[in-house]
């Protein structure tokens, strides 16, 4: 049982452009959301985080949205750059999963020069 | 420094053998777990440990043992090695509990494959 999905398998996107990564979750207990960036041959390594107080946090270029009616969470890069393209996993975790975080299967994102 | 790190970074061997992926970390976490990603990309947690001790383990076959000498260290053993177990095996770590800030630092992955 999957219960965080990211429905886009890839991305492209113009450099300059803005990159929208989508990710859906089904437990209403996770509150707190993480996004993690994946080069080949690395692992993944932590980019920004929300926790359920709050629907907006923003680094640098990176903005991450949360829309907990629609069990819903976003990552905007602007502008993207060819540097931003990797494999971006989102992750949920809460007060009733322990130390667990759950993974989503990610979206490659190429951003074209 | 390498905060998580795991050894090998890639192993290939014949089914039916045994193997061994070690992992250390030096952040000071009391926790420590295994996550799988297979070929669909998936994710997926297998093991945690925290102080040592197993506090999570997901509908993983029992050929898959883990071992955790001491709470920097989370070694995974594979028994009798089949095709499926192809995949990276990726261990990582965090401070113990849910908060938030609380935040997983994985290693580089070890690439398994078995012929």
């Known amino acids: 049982d999957q219960q965080v999905k990211q429905n886009s398998p890839s991305l492209s996107v113009q450099e300059g452009r803005i990159s929208i990564l989508n990710c859906d979750y089904t437990?209403?207990?996770?509150?707190?959301f993480l996004w993690y960036k994946k080069y080949p041959a690395e692992g993944p390594t932590f980019l920004i985080s929300?926790?359920?107080?709050?629907d907006k946090n923003e680094d640098g270029r990176f903005t991450v949205f949360l829309n907990k009616s629609a069990k819903h969470l976003s990552l905007h890069i602007v502008p993207s750059q060819p540097g931003d393209s990797a494999v971006y996993f989102c992750?949920?975790?809460?007060?009733?999963?322990?130390?667990?975080?759950?993974f989503g299967t990610g979206t490659s994102l190429t951003v074209i020069p | 420094d390498t905060a998580v790190s795991q050894t090998p970074k890639y192993l290939v061997t014949q089914m039916g053998n045994d193997k061994s992926i070690k992992c250390e970390q030096n952040?000071?976490?009391?926790?420590m777990y295994w996550y799988k990603q297979d070929s669909k990309k998936f994710l997926k947690i297998m093991f945690s440990?925290?102080?040592?001790?197993?506090?999570i383990n997901e509908t993983v076959p029992n050929r898959f043992s883990p071992k955790s000498p001491d709470k920097a260290h989370l070694n995974l053993h594979i028994n009798s090695l089949e095709l499926g177990d192809s995949a990276v095996y990726f261990c990582?770590?965090?401070?113990?509990?849910?908060?938030?800030?609380?935040?997983?630092?994985f290693g580089e992955g070890s690439w398994l494959t078995v012929v």
């Open positions: 929300i926790s359920s107080i709050k």
């Open positions: 952040l000071g976490h009391d926790t």
């Open positions: 437990n209403s207990m996770f509150d707190y």
């Open positions: 440990y925290n102080n040592k001790e197993l506090i």
């Open positions: 992750a949920a975790s809460g007060a009733n999963t322990g130390n667990q975080f759950y």
């Open positions: 990582a770590s965090s401070q113990t509990g849910f908060f938030s800030g609380n935040t997983i630092y």
